[in-house]
Structures are given as structure tokens and as C-alpha cells.
């Protein structure tokens, strides 16, 4: 076994592991916890594949950034994760579906290479050693791939909407301004003029 095949065993093992502890964690501070850790195995994976650069933005942005951010997130918010798992159960036959299909998903892909090997090879695009890593994954992203990148960001996008809508909650006796209110106001209403008699004010 050489060096490579080993340290390649050892970060997919360990980003496994980390993965399967983020969705089994009770503790949502121990989940984000593991996230970082499948994070960095994965960019120690990019590294041995040669993706140099999508390693580093995995650590800098993905842990620097996101994963930080849930933390913090998760430790300053006063969230009643046994209120939110209350209704877990209704919506269990809807996530078991969801789960069958991407596990239906996943079997067809890994499939597909014991079916037909040349699948693999055909959808590879030629290197180019004549220009930067960084250089090429931009052309290829912002080219052949730019509509799959857009759906990715617009998945994103709902996966933050929803993840604000889930745990935003509104508590009794808390001021919120409410802009239209502000605007729609009449000067009736926050302007009183009383006459005062001479002698009689403050």
C-alpha cells in the first residue's frame, strides 16, 4: 500500500464517521463540531487529488467562515430543540421518501461504472498544463457548468430562507418596529397640540 492509498483510507474514514456523528449528535454544538472535522478530511481528500485550491477554499471559507458561524449561531440562540423535534414524526414518511431517492440516486451513479466503465472516462475533460488549476476550474465552472452552479446557489438560497423561517420565533412582550406602520401614520396620531393657558405650563 503506498503512501497516498493510506492517507486516502484514513481521511475517508475519518470523514465518514465525522458525517454520521453530525446527523446522530444530540448535542447541536458537538454536530457543528464534526462538521469541521468532515470539512478538513475533505479538504486533505482535495489535496491528494490535486485540487490544491479547493481544498484551501474548503478550510477558509467552509470552516473559517460557515461552520463558525453555525456555532456561534447555535450557542448564542435560545433555540427549544425539543419543541422543534415535538413534530418530528409527521414528517417522517416525507423524509424517508426524500431518503430512498437520493439513496436510489446514489446506487444509479455508483452503478454506472460497473455497467458501462466508459461513462466515467467520457465526461472527463482534457488537461490542460499549460494554465493555472485555479484558471481552469473558473473557465469550466463559469462555462459548460454555469446553470448547475446558479441551481446550487438558488439551493442555498432556500436552505438559508428555510432555515430562518424554522427557527425564527416570536415571543411575547418584545418590541418589534413594524416599518409600515411608521410610514402609514397620520400626524393625528403622534401629534397632540393642547393649548395652555398663561401661568399654567410647566
Known amino acids: 500500500m503506498t503512501l497516498p492509498l493510506f492517507f486516502f483510507y484514513v481521511f475517508s474514514a475519518v ?19 464534526f462538521l469541521i472535522l468532515t470539512f478538513v ?25 460557515v461552520a463558525v458561524l453555525f456555532l456561534f449561531v447555535v450557542m448564542m440562540l ?6 422543534l423535534k ?3 414524526l409527521q414528517y417522517a414518511p416525507i423524509g424517508i421518501l426524500v431518503g430512498l431517492v437520493l439513496l436510489l440516486e446514489l446506487l444509479l451513479v455508483a ?29 469550466v465552472l463559469y462555462t459548460r457548468y454555469v446553470f448547475l452552479f446558479q441551481g446550487a446557489a438558488a439551493v442555498l438560497l432556500v436552505a438559508m430562507i428555510g432555515a430562518i423561517v424554522l427557527t425564527l420565533r416570536h415571543r ?31
Do not use: C, W
Not at 435560545?78 to 419543541?83: G, H, L, N, S
Open 111 to 139: 452503478g454506472s461504472t460497473f455497467i458501462s466503465p466508459e461513462i466515467g472516462g467520457g465526461a472527463a475533460l482534457p488537461i490542460d498544463n499549460t494554465i493555472e488549476n485555479t484558471r481552469a476550474l473558473g473557465q
Open 172 to 202: 411575547p412582550g418584545i418590541k418589534r418596529q413594524s416599518t409600515a406602520a411608521q410610514i402609514g401614520r397620520k400626524p393625528s396620531e403622534t401629534l397632540k397640540v393642547v393649548k395652555v393657558k398663561s401661568g399654567q405650563g410647566l
Open 86 to 88: 415535538s413534530g418530528l
Open 41 to 65: 478530511n475533505a479538504a486533505g481528500l482535495f489535496m491528494l487529488a490535486g485540487a490544491e485550491f479547493l481544498a484551501l477554499l474548503l478550510i477558509v471559507v467552509y470552516v473559517g467562515a
Open 15 to 33: 470523514a465518514v464517521a465525522a458525517a454520521f456523528m453530525v446527523i446522530s449528535a444530540r448535542n447541536p454544538v458537538h454536530a457543528v463540531l
Open 78 to 83: 435560545d433555540v427549544d430543540f425539543a419543541e
